[in-house]
C-alpha cells in the first residue's frame, strides 16, 4: 500500500478540492479521497466501454479487500449498503450511517489513494406513504457520509415511481451522485421496456433531475442464481440507446451469478457504469466454494466451506448451527452478517486478514480482466484538477417540457404504459 509520506501534489490537491462538504465536515484531517458517486460515472464514460464495481460492503472484511484491490488496480470504485442491508431494519452490521466512517478509516489505515464514493444503494419507496419520512432519513445519510444515493420507488406504478423521486430529489445535495429504477430485479419476469424507462427519465429531465444511472430489470436476479442465466446484454443496450438523448448511464444489479464473458459484453456494449456485487464477495469472505463468476457452488443442496480459506473451521460450525436454529437457508444465509460480525472480528488476525485478502482478489479479477476499470482512479484525480471542484458539473441537459410532465399530465401518460412488472415479492437487495 501507499505510504503517506508518498502522497503525490496532484493527490493532495484532489484531497482538498475533491472530497464534498459532507465528508469534510465528517472527516477533516483524513486522507481518504471520498467522492461524489457522479466522479465514479464521469470517469467510466471518459475511459469508454467499462465499469467499476460497487461492491456490497455487508461486512468490514468486503470493505478491506475491496478496497485493496482497487489500489491495485488504480480503479476508482464505489463501497455501498442496501437500504434492506443496512437499513433501520437492518441484516448487517455495516449500515447506511457507519459505512463511510468504516471506509474512511480502512483508506486512512492501508493508504488507499484511489477515489471512492460511498453509496445508498436500493433506498427502497414501496408506497406513496414512504415519501415523507424518507425525506429526514435521506438527510441523516448525507449527514453520515453518503455521496451517492439510489431512489428506488420502482415497487410501485410508473407514474407514482416518477413522482416519489421528484418529491424526494430536493433531499438529495446537488453534487451527489444519483440512481433511479425501474422495474425491480425479478429475472425473466417483468423485464423493463424502453417505454417504461423513457418514461422516467424524460419526466425527471422536465424537472431539471439528470440522474447518472438507472437500474433496470434486465433478466438477471438478486442473490445465490442455481445456474448461469441473467443479464439480457440485447435488452440492456436496446434500452441504454432509446435513452441515449438523455445521458443517462446503467446500474447493473444483480451481477452475482453471471459469467465474466457477460459481464464483459455489458461494459463493452451497454452503457453501464456501475456495477453491484453483493452476494459473491459475503460468500467469498466467508471461504465458500464459488465458481469463477462468484456464484456458490452447493452439494446437496449445502455451501462448501473450504478448508484455509475464509473463516475459522469452528466459526463456520457455528454460524451453520445458528441458520439451522434460526431456518436460514440458502440466500437467507445473508441474515448471518449481523449477528455473527463481532464474532468474526475477534477471530486470529491470519484468518481476518485471508478473509479480506479473497476478496481482494476476487475484485482486482473483475477489474482489471473483466470490468476493463483499471487507471480510472487517475482519471477522477485528473478531472477533479481539471474542475476545480467537488462536482463534475451536469450530466445532461434540460430537453424536455416541464408544463407537459405536471402531476396530472404524469398520472395521465402513465395510463398509456403498456408493461408487466412480474409477480410481488421480496426483491430489495
Known amino acids: 500500500m501507499t505510504n503517506p509520506k508518498e502522497y503525490s501534489s496532484d493527490f ?13 465536515k465528517l472527516f477533516p484531517n483524513s486522507k481518504a479521497l471520498l467522492v461524489s458517486g457522479k466522479y465514479i460515472d464521469h470517469a467510466m464514460l471518459i475511459k469508454g466501454n467499462c465499469m467499476t464495481i460497487a461492491a456490497n460492503g455487508r461486512n468490514s472484511f468486503v470493505i478491506r479487500g475491496a478496497l485493496a484491490a482497487a489500489q491495485r488496480a488504480n480503479a476508482a470504485i464505489i463501497i455501498e449498503i442496501a437500504r434492506s442491508e443496512g437499513g433501520t431494519a437492518a441484516y448487517c452490521a455495516v449500515n447506511l450511517w457507519n459505512i463511510a466512517r468504516q471506509t474512511d478509516a480502512f483508506m486512512n489505515e492501508l493508504g488507499i489513494t484511489v477515489p471512492v464514493a460511498i453509496h445508498a444503494d436500493h433506498f427502497g419507496i414501496k408506497k406513496p406513504e414512504d ?47 444519483l440512481e433511479t429504477e425501474v422495474g425491480e430485479i425479478k429475472g425473466k419476469l417483468g423485464l ?18 439528470f440522474p447518472n444511472w438507472i437500474a433496470l430489470n434486465n433478466g438477471t436476479t438478486h442473490g445465490i442464481e442455481a445456474s448461469d442465466a441473467g443479464i439480457n446484454v440485447e435488452l440492456t443496450a436496446q434500452i441504454h440507446e432509446a435513452l441515449s438523448r438523455y445521458k443517462v448511464s446503467g446500474a447493473q444489479h444483480g451481477t452475482s451469478g453471471n459469467n465474466s464473458e457477460r459481464l464483459r459484453n455489458i461494459a463493452a456494449k451497454t452503457r453501464t457504469t456501475k456495477a453491484n456485487v453483493a452476494t459473491a464477495l459475503q460468500m ?12 456458490a457452488i452447493l452439494e446437496n443442496g449445502d455451501f462448501i466451506k473450504q478448508k484455509g480459506r475464509g473463516v475459522s473451521e469452528y466459526m463456520w460450525s457455528q454460524m451453520l448451527a445458528h441458520a439451522e ?22 477471530q ?20 482489471t480482466n473483466v470490468f476493463n476499470a483499471e487507471d480510472t482512479a487517475s482519471i477522477v484525480i485528473d478531472e477533479i484538477l481539471k474542475h476545480k471542484s467537488y462536482t463534475p ?17 404524469i398520472k395521465e401518460k402513465a395510463l398509456n404504459i403498456t408493461a408487466d412488472k412480474g409477480p410481488e415479492g421480496d426483491f430489495d437487495d
Not at 449527514?143 to 415511481?161: F, K, L, R, V, Y
Not at 423493463?192 to 429531465?205: H, Q, V
Not at 434460526?326 to 440466500?331: A, I, P, S, T, W
Open 348 to 367: 486470529a488476525k491470519e484468518i481476518r486478514d485471508r478473509m479480506a485478502k479473497d476478496v481482494e482478489n476476487f475484485i482486482f479479477g473483475l477489474l
Open 284 to 295: 467469498i469472505s466467508w471461504g465458500l466454494k464459488v465458481n469463477d463468476y462468484g456464484n
Open 325 to 346: 436454529a434460526n431456518g436460514l437457508k440458502g440466500g437467507n444465509f445473508k441474515k448471518l452478517n449481523l449477528p455473527f460480525e463481532n464474532q468474526l472480528l475477534v
Open 12 to 24: 493532495k490537491t484532489a484531497l482538498d478540492l475533491g472530497r464534498p462538504p459532507n465528508v469534510k
Open 393 to 409: 458539473g451536469l450530466k445532461a441537459e434540460k430537453i424536455e417540457s416541464e408544463k407537459e410532465w405536471t402531476k396530472e399530465k
Open 192 to 209: 423493463s421496456t424502453d417505454e417504461e424507462a423513457l418514461f422516467l427519465i424524460r419526466g425527471l429531465n422536465a424537472h431539471n433531475i
Open 131 to 177: 415519501v415523507e419520512p424518507a425525506k429526514q432519513e435521506i438527510q441523516s445519510l448525507f449527514d453520515a457520509g453518503i455521496t451517492s444515493i439510489a431512489i428506488d420507488a420502482s415497487h410501485m406504478p410508473d407514474d407514482q415511481n416518477l413522482l416519489a423521486n421528484l418529491e424526494l430529489y430536493p433531499c438529495i445535495p446537488d453534487w451527489a451522485g
